[in-house]
């Protein structure tokens, strides 16, 4: 029995890793109605404690996965269930941003980024819930599948947790602050966020032109690495060996809301890397970036003056009032104000660039505070995720450890602009040594 054989025979289909699946699916050891009907099992048994989606249709996905199952792989992806936050729009399924202005709108084509996958063989699921039009306002109602007392992440709230809970092998999320790699983190499953504007938001609905990027969730690096070559992000095939590899351990200017477990996670990954053989130093950013967790806050808010202005004008009754307070300039950001946040920006990325060389592969830095908050009305604080957004930076986020509360808690790498090709292959070199348990997650939530 060869590997392939003996992984199928040995788990349900929903339990594979989106690369372990497309292997079997390549080989005709599984068929994409068997991976399908298995993670339709999945979510039918879980759903009501997870609450993940908000538009599926388990009979037209098993048509689609018959069809599919009809036809010669046709791209990376083939025969891949892929779950889409419900601000991306689909041509089989509404698009409602989790908001009662749109609510059963279907504007019957679909995003750029869900073309690319379509177009690469994947079967489109159904759409995760989100926070309403990825900004602010209603909550989803997902909840974290280790603890549904606490939430998921957002805003990027269902789709990381289904990636987590085994419903389905892939997701897209969304970040404008911190909104895909924090899920990643309180969910403990992988999550890549490329460099800005490398996956195109055509179909997306935007809240900042200058932050918002489209990331993918997965259960493994090498996921990652399978949907970014459907993006022609091509996988490196540059060696990497973990000793010698220099590594910048961040703290970053929001070191004084890390919590015991977000310190834990970073002290952890950083001792693997170490007794690795990596060279694991302290890097403390200069002084500019220090003002960019200020200056994300002024142009998110600054661009969502613009982005929600149509609903203030049309739909101003049912709009949320964090959404009319962007629009009405609640913040008081003035014209000289969002210009010196973005020419601190522009100052700042070609800074953060220039660490990287001889002396820098890679930094480590947190996803998050610590574990999950506690509670349905929150999200968590995007505070280490802001900073890398504004710079535009590709990052990926890797499970590390739980926390006192049994909760998993990751660490982020991150790299140079457009650097999303060697940061992934970085990435699953140092994995392993980050993540050593990774069928924790298997252990905890299955059965």
């Not at 990027?156 to 602050?177: C, H, K, N, R, Y």
């Not at 200020?294 to 049912?318: K, M, Q, T």
Request: net charge negative; hydrophobic share 40%.
């Amino acid at each position: 029995m060869d590997f392939a054989t003996s992984v199928l025979t040995a788990t349900d289909p929903a339990q594979l890793t989106a690369s372990e699946a497309a292997a079997l699916i390549r080989s005709r050891q599984l068929s994409c109605e068997e991976l399908v009907r298995a993670c339709l099992a999945r979510i039918d048994a879980r759903e009501a404690a997870v609450r993940a989606w908000l538009w599926l249709d388990p009979a037209h996905v098993i048509r689609r996965a018959r069809e599919l199952d009809k036809l010669p792989p046709k791209g990376p992806l083939h025969g891949l269930p892929f779950g889409v936050k419900d601000i991306i729009d689909t041509a089989d399924f509404p698009t409602t941003h989790n908001s009662p202005i749109y609510d059963g709108m279907q504007v019957g084509r679909d995003a750029a980024c869900v073309g690319v996958v379509r177009g690469s063989g994947a079967l489109i699921l159904g759409k995760t819930d989100t926070v309403e039009f990825a900004s602010g306002g209603r909550k989803a109602l997902t909840r974290n599948p280790y603890n549904p007392a606490h939430t998921p992440g957002g805003s990027s709230s269902g789709s990381g947790a289904a990636v987590g809970d085994f419903q389905v092998p892939l997701a897209f999320g969304t970040q404008t602050g911190g909104s895909h790699i924090r899920p990643a983190s309180f969910n403990g499953i992988y999550g890549h966020k490329p460099s800005w504007n490398v996956v195109s938001r055509e179909g997306v609905r935007m809240s900042s032109m200058t932050l918002d990027t489209v990331g993918w969730y997965g259960r493994s690096v090498d996921d990652l690495i399978l949907v970014g070559t459907a993006f022609r992000i091509p996988e490196d095939k540059t060696p990497v060996t973990v000793k010698g590899l220099r590594v910048g351990l961040c703290r970053s200017p929001a070191w004084h809301a890390i919590e015991p477990a977000g310190e834990l996670a970073l002290a952890t990954a950083a001792k693997r890397l170490a007794d690795a053989g990596a060279i694991v130093e302290d890097l403390e950013l200069p002084e500019p970036f220090n003002r960019l967790h200020d200056a994300h806050a002024d142009i998110v808010n600054a661009e969502g003056r613009a982005s929600f202005l149509p609903e203030y004008i049309n739909a101003y009754d049912i709009l949320a009032p964090d959404l009319k307070a962007k629009v009405e300039n609640a913040r008081g950001t003035t014209p000289e104000k969002l210009l010196a946040s973005y020419a601190l920006a522009d100052r700042c990325r070609p800074l953060f660039d220039a660490l990287f060389g001889p002396a820098l592969d890679v930094i480590l830095t947190p996803s998050a505070p610590g574990e999950a908050p506690e509670g349905l009305h929150t999200t968590g604080n995007a505070i280490f995720n802001s900073m890398w957004t504004l710079l535009h930076v590709p990052t990926v986020g890797i499970p590390c450890c739980f926390g006192a509360r049994g909760l998993p808690v990751g660490v982020t790498l991150a790299g140079p602009q457009l650097s999303d090709a060697r940061l992934l292959g970085i990435a699953k070199a140092l994995a392993p040594v980050i993540d050593t348990d990774p069928k924790a997650g298997l252990d905890r939530l299955w059965g």
